[in-house]
């Protein structure tokens, strides 16, 4: 499930040999741009990119929950639909765009068919072509992603490329292929098949995404190693890691309810909120717009944070009093080798979106693996190293300006 995009700077050149940004070092830097467009929804990135000769800029989710490139075709059908962000006019005021091979310079089509379905229930078809992809500064000729004509929407989920830069195990075609990120280190554009992310506070500033590279102002102490793992049968399809731990801490926090006592409840100061069986693993996709976390967990949150919760909601509206810089999720990866601390103020969903009183957290049940999607992934940084199969984590730097950006490994 998709939401991130990723703005870069593109080159104007989109010829057939890689066009590296102006730097001695092998790496590719993105934009993470956010949307303040009132009618689209919080936590949705977004990066900018164009494909064969075309100077028009598409703006697609940058997805670490799927690994292919998926654009929808110019006047088909799912261009049509009443949520297509495809041409203006559109019902958000958004343009989002596609792509017209016809029209394009250096477009291949192959003989592929493109199926490709997502867990917010959207699913497009249509068929893979080879072209030159622009992001970042930098073109990469003959890269292979997915034009769809036809596929379907949830209810008031708009239309948007998708940007999937997941393992590719986890890609939609029927062989496996090199997507992006393999393909620009297949090509010599980076050393290595692996790219951070630094998402930044949504409420602040864009963030960013380094392919090949790691930028070392973005993250305090060291990067810890935890291990991709991997399905059943042996696969690769995802970033899913071990997940060993879960609290919440209020941090002195007071709820203006009433209460019997004098002065207002004070909150337990931390909260074990791991199910009796453990939580097991969890997938990091920053196309996810919420927190999917064991629904026992989430049982507890309400009684401490004194609101409901339900299978198909979530978490209630919450106290705003209580959502302070102070009081936080705690995330342990790797049998605690790694802590993630997350500040409850950088998830509150903005009350343009709320119906109610009271303050909104994009917290819902999981199914069997957590979902930690963009408001997680606002306190972490990230290096997602296909070489190795592994994953480091860092607790974020928020709002930091500062660069420094090193090749990885």
């Known amino acids: 499930m998709p939401f991130s995009i990723v703005i870069g700077l593109l080159s104007a050149a989109l010829g057939g040999r890689v066009t590296a940004q102006s730097s001695a070092l092998k790496v590719v830097q993105a934009e993470l741009q956010y949307s303040k467009d009132l009618t689209l929804a919080p936590f949705v990135p977004i990066i900018e990119f164009a494909m064969a000769d075309q100077t028009e800029k598409l703006k697609g989710i940058f997805d670490t929950g799927s690994s292919d490139i998926v654009v929808p075709q110019t006047s088909s059908p799912i261009c049509q639909n009443e949520q297509q962000q495809c041409i203006i006019p559109t019902k958000t005021g958004f343009l989002a765009g596609a792509f017209y091979p016809k029209k394009a310079q250096g477009v291949t089509t192959l003989d592929v068919p493109l199926n490709a379905s997502f867990v917010n229930g959207a699913g497009f078809q249509g068929g893979y072509i080879k072209t030159a992809v622009a992001v970042g500064g930098a073109t990469v000729p003959d890269t292979q992603l997915g034009l769809f004509f036809n596929g379907s929407l949830p209810p008031e989920t708009p239309l948007f490329p998708i940007f999937g830069v997941g393992p590719v195990q986890g890609e939609a075609a029927p062989r496996v292929y090199p997507n992006l990120v ?149 995330f342990g990866f790797n049998q605690d080798k790694i802590k993630i601390d997350m500040p409850l103020d950088t998830i509150v969903v903005p009350a343009r979106f709320v119906k109610g009183t009271g303050c909104a957290l994009p917290i819902f049940p999981s199914q069997d693996t957590a979902s930690l999607g963009f408001p997680f992934l606002q306190s972490v940084y990230v290096v997602f190293d296909m070489d190795k199969e592994r994953l480091l984590l860092a607790q974020a730097k928020l709002n930091v300006t500062e660069s420094n950006i090193k090749e990885f490994p």
């Open 182 to 330: 393999a393909h620009m280190k297949d090509i010599g554009a980076i050393k290595s098949n692996s790219f951070s992310v630094y998402t930044n506070d949504f409420r602040a500033g864009n963030g960013s995404v380094v392919f090949g590279g790691v930028d070392t102002t973005k993250f305090t102490g060291q990067l810890q190693e935890t291990r991709i793992e991997r399905s059943n049968d042996g696969a690769l399809p995802s970033f899913v890691i071990q997940f060993s731990s879960l609290k919440m801490v209020m941090g002195g926090a007071r709820s203006s309810v009433p209460s019997p006592c004098d002065g207002p409840p004070r909150m337990p100061a931390v909260q074990d909120l791991a199910p009796r069986n453990g939580l097991g693993f969890s997938l990091l996709d920053s196309g996810n717009p919420g927190i999917g976390i064991p629904a026992a967990s989430i049982e507890i949150m309400a009684k401490v944070l004194r609101t409901t919760f339900s299978q198909r909601d979530g978490l209630g509206l919450v106290d705003c009093n209580l959502l302070n810089n102070r009081s936080m999720l705690t």
